[in-house]
């Protein structure tokens, strides 16, 4: 079982940055492919990026490639989205998750979940 709590969202204007931080608990996090959802009012969750368990590698959503950036610290259990020239359509609620056995693009892979972290971004 791992247990999983985001922080760091909030408002931000547009241009702006944020950082986003997953804290893990439970078992092992380092052997867990780690990733980034977010869902919008009204629109299904959708896959933002994922890091492999060793940092060896990394993948982003077309819409978010250049501008995010996903990280992790195996020391300190917990992983991090860095956002930067933030849009309106950004505007979500995050969600970090955990995969026993990979570190995919689709969110029902995963197994387990965060509650959670809301991100605005007014224009």
């Known amino acids: 079982q791992v247990q999983l709590v985001e922080s760091g969202g909030g408002l931000v204007q547009a241009g702006g940055s944020l950082r986003l931080s997953c804290a893990a608990s439970g078992r092992p996090f380092s052997t867990y492919g780690m990733g980034w959802f977010r869902q919008a009012p009204g629109k299904e969750r959708e896959f933002v990026a994922a890091?492999?368990?060793?940092?060896?590698?990394?993948r982003y959503a077309d819409s978010v490639k250049g501008r995010f950036t996903i990280s992790r610290d195996n020391a300190k259990n917990t992983v991090y989205l860095q956002m930067n020239s933030l849009k309106p359509e950004d505007t979500a609620v995050y969600y970090c998750a955990a995969d026993r056995n990979g570190w995919g693009s689709n969110y029902r892979t995963y197994d387990y979940w965060g509650q959670g972290t809301q991100v605005t971004v007014s224009s």
């Open positions: 890091i492999v368990w060793d940092t060896s590698n990394t």
